[in-house]
């Protein structure tokens, strides 16, 4: 069986969609790794916030592979998805897009599961909410 790259983007609207900017290169002149990365963690911030309701904590981040570069200039479109819960936690998906300032054409870059923890106003874990209906 092989693991074939999805052709498009997942449905609905992207948590983040922002342009990837000079000062966000490595010095071969490729969009950093580090950056990319928190662009994710921002994106799985928000759906962990929205999730819960509340305050949220990264505190892992499962395996990321590269599978193309993002150039300067690129626009970044971050899709972030809740795919599970736990009592104080939720692991999120995310997936990173890039789109070149010349083409429509959307290309995969990485992916990766976060695992955020719901703090309470003090920093402690708290309880995930129900999922509204």
């Not at 922002?18 to 950093?32: C, K, S, V, Y």
């Not at 995310?94 to 995969?108: H, I, K, L, N, T």
């Amino acid at each position: 069986m092989t693991d074939t790259p999805p052709t498009a983007p997942p449905l609905g609207e992207p948590r983040i969609r922002t342009i990837a900017m000079p000062g966000d290169t490595n010095p071969a002149g490729d969009i950093f790794g580090g950056w990319l990365m928190s662009q994710m963690d921002l994106a799985a911030g928000n759906a962990a916030g929205r999730r819960t309701h509340g305050r949220c904590a990264t505190v892992a981040v499962e395996a990321m592979s590269f599978h193309a570069p993002v150039k300067v200039g690129d626009e970044v479109s971050l899709y972030a998805e809740v795919i599970s819960t736990g009592r104080t936690s939720l692991r999120i998906r995310v997936e990173a897009w890039r789109r070149s300032q010349v083409s429509e054409d959307s290309v995969r870059v990485t992916s990766a599961v976060f695992t955020f923890v719901a703090l309470d106003a003090h920093g402690r874990p708290r309880p995930v909410p129900p999922e509204a209906i």
